[in-house]
C-alpha cells in the first residue's frame, strides 16, 4: 500500500489519547534516537581526514594517501541519487536499516585492510552506506513528524552533521595515539549497532510501505528502470578520472602516471557527457538542472568552495605539523580539537543570533570574511614555520565555518521550493561531497608536485636523494637522515605548504559574489 510523503505517521489516530501520547514520544525518540546515525556518518569522514597521512605511510604509500579521503566521499556521491529509488521499491525503514548494515561491515573491512587498495575499497563501501544514513533522515522525517516541526528537527539533524565533522578529527587523532588507527574504524561497530538496533524496533513499520505498492511487479520495474543510470555511471567516470587527474600531477616521478595528454581530455570529455545527459536526456536526472537556476545553485557552488577551501587545509594539517614540527599524533589531535570547537562555538553564535533577529545574510557575509582573513592569517604566520601556539588560529577559522554550516544550510531550505526540498536538500548534500573529494585531492596534489620539485633541486648531489620515494610516502621517514638533510626536508615542504592556505582563501572569497546575489529569505 502506498503511502503519502504529506501525510505525517504521528497524524494517525489510536484508539485512545493514552495510545497518542505513547506513539509520538516513542516516534520522537526514534527521531532523535536516527541522528545518531548522522553524527556517525560525518565523524567517520572526519576521523579519516585527520589520520589519513599516518595510515598511509604505515603502508608506505604516502603519495596516494588522499584516495582514503577521495573513496568515501565517492561512495557517498555515486549513492545518493539511488536512495530515493531504493525507498519507493523497498520502504524507508528497510533501506535506512540496511545503510547502517553496510555501514558496519564497511567499518570491519577498514579495520582489518591489509593494503592500501582494500582500505580505498572499503571507504567507498563506507562512503555509499553513510550517504544514506544522513540524507535517508531528512526524508523519514517529513512521514514520522508534524509539517510545523519539520524544518526545526531538519535543522537539528544538520547541527549532529556538523558536530560529527567536528569531533571526528580529533577523536581519530587520539584513538592512533593510544589504540591504532585499525580501533579507529572497529571501534565504530558498537555505535553502529546502536543505530541497527533503533532503526529495527524505533522506527515505526509504516515506513516499510512502498509507494509501487508491495505485489506490482511492474510498477517495481518501471521505478528501476527510471533511474539515471546514464547520469551515474558518467557522473562515476567523472569523478573517478578527476582523482587520476589530481593523483597524476602530485605522483612521485618514479611512479606509474597516466599521461596528462590522454586524462584530460578524457574528463572534460566525461564531465561534458554528464552535462548534456542530464540537461537533455534524464527522465529523472540526478542533480535537477533546472533547479540549479534557482537560489540552489548559489548555496550549492558556495557549499563546494566552502568545503573544498575547509578540507584543502584541514587534510594537509596532520602532514604540516609531522614535517614542521614533529608533532606527536596527540599535539595534532590537539589542533583538530581547537578546529572542531570553533566550528560548535560558530554554529551555536549563529543559531542564537538567526532566533533572536530573523536574518541570516549579514552574518553569512561577515563570516566569509572571516574564513578569507584566518585563512590569509595562516599563509603569513605558517609560511616558515609556527610556534605551536600559532595552532589557535584554527580556533576562529572554524566559528566562521560554523557560522557558514548553519545560515547556508538555513538560506538553502528557506529558498527552494517546499515540493522539491527532499531533493534539494540531496543535491546539497551531493555538492558538499563533491567540495571534499576536490579539495583534499587538489591540495594534495599541489603540495606533492612542489615538494617533489624542491627536493629534487635541493637534493641534487646528495647521496640520500635516493631515499626522494621513501621521504614522500612516509612522514616520519625524515626523522631517521642526517640533520641537514631533515632541515631542506622541512624547508622543501614549507615552500609547498605555503599554497595550501592560499587556495583556501581564494576558495572562500569565491563565496562572497553568490551570498551577495541570492536574495535572504525571510524567516517566520
Known amino acids: 500500500m502506498a503511502v503519502s510523503e504529506e501525510t505525517p505517521l504521528l497524524h494517525a489516530r489510536p484508539k485512545d489519547k493514552q495510545n497518542i501520547k505513547v506513539g509520538r514520544v516513542r ?99 563506507t562512503g555509499v552506506s553513510a550517504g544514506g544514513m544522513v540524507s535517508l533522515v531528512s526524508v523519514i522525517l517529513t512521514d514520522m513528524v508534524p509539517t510545523d516541526e519539520v524544518a526545526l528537527l531538519r535543522s537539528y539533524a544538520n547541527v549532529f552533521y556538523v558536530v560529527g565533522r567536528s569531533v571526528g578529527a580529533p577523536l581519530g587523532s587520539y584513538l592512533i595515539s593510544y589504540m591504532g588507527w585499525r580501533w579507529s574504524f572497529i571501534g565504530q561497530l558498537p555505535v553502529a549497532a546502536i543505530c541497527l538496533l533503533i532503526g529495527l524496533y524505533g522506527l515505526p513499520s509504516l515506513l516499510n510501505s512502498t509507494k509501487t505498492g508491495d505485489a506490482d511487479e511492474g510498477n517495481a520495474r518501471r521505478s528501476i528502470m527510471g533511474l539515471d543510470f546514464a547520469g551515474l555511471v558518467s557522473l562515476s567516470i567523472t569523478t573517478i578520472l578527476l582523482l587520476f587527474l589530481m593523483q597524476e600531477l602530485g605522483a612521485p616521478p618514479d611512479s606509474f602516471q597516466i599521461p596528462l595528454s590522454i586524462l584530460v581530455p578524457a574528463f572534460c570529455t566525461a564531465a561534458m557527457l554528464f552535462i548534456v545527459i542530464e540537461a537533455y536526456w534524464a527522465r529523472t536526472p540526478l542533480i535537477p538542472l533546472h533547479l540549479m537556476k534557482t537560489s540552489l545553485g548559489g ?32 599535539l595534532v589531535a590537539s589542533a583538530f580539537v581547537l578546529a572542531a570547537v570553533g566550528v560548535l562555538i560558530g554554529a551555536l553564535i549563529a543559531g542564537k543570533v538567526i532566533k533572536r533577529s530573523k536574518r541570516y545574510r549579514t552574518m553569512t557575509v561577515i563570516a566569509v570574511c572571516g574564513t578569507v582573513m584566518t585563512y590569509l592569517l595562516i599563509f603569513i604566520r605558517w609560511r616558515s614555520g609556527c610556534d605551536l601556539w600559532e595552532v589557535v588560529y584554527l580556533l576562529p577559522n572554524g566559528m566562521a565555518v560554523g557560522i557558514l554550516f548553519t545560515t547556508q544550510f538555513l538560506g538553502m531550505s528557506l529558498g527552494v521550493p517546499n515540493e522539491n526540498l527532499t531533493t534539494c536538500i540531496t543535491t546539497y548534500y551531493l555538492t558538499q561531497q563533491l567540495g571534499s573529494i576536490i579539495g583534499p585531492a587538489a591540495n594534495v596534489a599541489v603540495v606533492q608536485r612542489v615538494f617533489i620539485g624542491k627536493l629534487e633541486n635541493n637534493l641534487n648531489g646528495w647521496e640520500e636523494k635516493k631515499f626522494i620515494g621513501q621521504i614522500l610516502n612516509d612522514d616520519r621517514f625524515v626523522q631517521s637522515l642526517p640533520s641537514a638533510v631533515q632541515y631542506i626536508v622541512r624547508w622543501s615542504y614549507l615552500n609547498a605548504f605555503r599554497l595550501v592556505p592560499l587556495i583556501s582563501a581564494a576558495c572562500a572569497l569565491s563565496m562572497l559574489p553568490t551570498v551577495l546575489w541570492v536574495k535572504e529569505e525571510k524567516l517566520e
Not at 83 to 98: D, F, Q, S
Not at 307 to 326: C, E, H, Q
Open 27 to 125: 516516534d520522537k525518540l526514534a527521531v532523535y534516537g536516527s541522528f545518531l546515525g548522522v553524527f556517525l556518518a560525518s565523524a567517520d569522514e572526519a576521523i579519516v581526514l585527520s589520520t589519513w597521512s599516518v595510515i598511509a605511510s604505515e603502508f608506505h604509500s604516502l603519495s596516494q594517501g588522499s584516495w582514503l579521503l577521495a573513496a568515501y566521499n565517492f561512495g557517498w556521491c555515486v549513492s545518493l541519487p539511488v536512495y530515493g529509488t531504493l525507498c519507493n521499491l523497498y520502504g524507508r525503514k528497510n533501506v535506512l536499516i540496511g545503510a547502517y548494515a553496510l555501514f558496519a561491515a564497511g567499518c570491519l573491512a577498514c579495520g582489518t585492510s591489509t593494503s592500501i587498495g582494500q582500505l580505498v575499497l572499503a571507504r567507498v563501501l
Open 299 to 330: 548555496f550549492c557552488l558556495n557549499q563546494i568552495m566552502l568545503m573544498s577551501s575547509r578540507s584543502g587545509l584541514m587534510s594537509n594539517l596532520a602532514p604540516y605539523l609531522i614535517r614542521v614540527k614533529g608533532a606527536t599524533s596527540s
